[in-house]
């Protein structure tokens, strides 16, 4: 058996001088990838997100989160039905501009619920949420969900990690 050679590890205390090198260390923690969607008084918008997590089985609870500096923000503050997709390796493109435009949607094919909220298919799962609490979380809202209706497709999903995207087999 061969010893692997560990590279030191970096420490400090979080402050504003060492913002990015704590934002280095949450890229270390793998992540999947979720777009989410909400109607909008200026059309259908999105947001990719890896803060997602799932809450509750009963009742069905989800959590997100999203940064009040963010210029889409008002809109999922706003929001009170949204959908999150969980993205598919292969919604690399998806993702990319999405992160770029809010109102990506206006040029990408999209379906409305029954809320008016716009689902885009082909990602591995979607959950369709009424918002029932936002709690204030520093610079980031946490936003929880009920989830009204859910989606499920086996495939590979896409994934974040050091700041790059990338995915996982199984």
């Not at 999922?76 to 999405?98: G, P, T």
């Not at 379906?111 to 689902?119: E, I, S, T």
């Not at 495939?155 to 996982?168: D, I, R």
Request: proline share 5%; with cysteine; glycine share 6%.
């Amino acid at each position: 058996m061969t010893m692997q050679t560990l590279s030191q590890p970096t420490v400090f205390s979080p402050d504003a001088n060492s913002s990015r090198q704590l934002r280095d260390a949450f890229g270390k923690f793998a992540t999947g990838v979720t777009m989410i969607t909400a109607p909008s008084a200026d059309g259908p918008v999105a947001i990719i997100a890896n803060s997602f997590s799932s809450v509750s089985l009963d009742p069905a609870l989800v959590l997100w989160s999203v940064d009040r500096g963010a210029r889409r923000f008002p809109y999922f503050e706003a929001a009170d039905h949204y959908a999150i997709h969980v993205l598919a390796a292969e919604q690399h493109d998806v993702c990319k501009l999405a992160a770029r435009d809010a109102h990506m949607l206006n040029d990408h094919m999209h379906h409305l619920n029954a809320d008016g909220v716009p689902l885009i298919d082909h990602c591995l799962a979607r959950f369709e949420c009424r918002r029932v609490a936002a709690h204030d979380a520093g610079d980031h809202v946490i936003i929880v969900g009920q989830v009204q209706r859910t989606e499920m497709r086996d495939g590979q999903p896409l994934t974040f990690f050091g700041g790059n995207f990338g995915s996982v087999t199984s």
